[in-house]
T-cell receptor, first 113, second 112 residues
Framework: EDQVTQSPEALRLQEGESSSLNCSYT??????LFWYRQDPGKGPEFLFT???AGEEKEKERLKATLTKKESFLHITAPKPEDSATYLC??????????????FGKGTLLTVNP | NAGVTQTPKFRVLKTGQSMTLLCAQD?????MYWYRQDPGMGLRLIHY???????AKGEVPDGYNVSRLKKQNFLLGLESAAPSQTSVYFC???????????FGPGTRLTVT
């Protein structure tokens, strides 16, 4: 069974204080690892897809990295508008073409001014 | 280009009532999904569809039915609502060549 564990559950930072969120996974043949951002009362917003160990993706203050067992979402010099819940999801390989995702429970990030 | 839209945004049902949630996408995506999101549980897949006229069960399908009569629409039905179905429901879609899923804004359902 595919599993995704995110840590910490909640993280509070001061504006400008860089940090990282962790996503550990077990999956039978990783097809892709996805990061989403979710604001309160809204649907998840797609951020990145990572396909293989060693891959990195960047977008503004966010950088996602991937190893064979975990992914990190690095937040550099965060601003209050980066406050949100960040979700990690994995897509397993194998037979079928359904593209199902298994989600972690998320990390609630709060950035104080 | 509205992306993924969901109707309604909020709904309150009494136990035993039925309702249908509508999801529409304008991205010509092949794949569509219904998730529920509960505190402490994360997003869980209810049903999904890999194309018009096809549906399949996800992780938590009991008590729900779906239909995909048109490529752009995916309907989620509750025949006899139960308090355990109180949740936020999200629809998502993805293309056949790109794997990321795009989500709608959600429907908050309360069953009393």
């Amino acid at each position: 069974e595919d599993q995704v564990t995110q840590s910490p559950e909640a993280l509070r930072l001061q504006e400008g204080e860089s940090s990282s969120l962790n996503c550990s996974y077990t999956v039978s043949g990783l097809r892709g690892l996805f990061w989403y951002r979710q604001d309160p009362g809204k649907g998840p917003e797609f951020l990145f897809t990572l396909y293989s160990a060693g891959e990195e993706k960047e977008k503004e203050r966010l950088k996602a990295t991937l190893t064979k067992k975990e992914s990190f979402l690095h937040i550099t010099a965060p601003k209050p508008e980066d406050s949100a819940t960040y979700l990690c999801a994995v897509q397993a390989g194998g037979g079928g073409s359904n593209y199902k995702l298994t989600f972690g429970k998320g990390t609630l990030l709060t950035v104080n001014p | 280009n509205a992306g993924v839209t969901q109707t309604p945004k909020f709904r309150v049902l009494k136990t035993g009532q039925s309702m249908t949630l509508l999801c529409a996408q304008d991205m010509n995506h092949e794949y569509m999904y219904w998730y529920r999101q509960d505190p402490g549980m994360g997003l869980r897949l209810i049903h999904y569809s890999v194309g018009e006229g096809t549906t399949a069960k996800g992780e938590v399908p009991d008590g729900y039915n779906v239909s995909r009569l048109k490529k752009q629409n995916f309907l989620l039905g509750l025949e006899s609502a139960a308090p355990s179905q109180t949740s936020v429901y999200f629809c998502a879609s993805s293309g056949s060549t790109r794997r990321e899923q795009y989500f709608g804004p959600g429907t908050r359902l309360t069953v009393t």
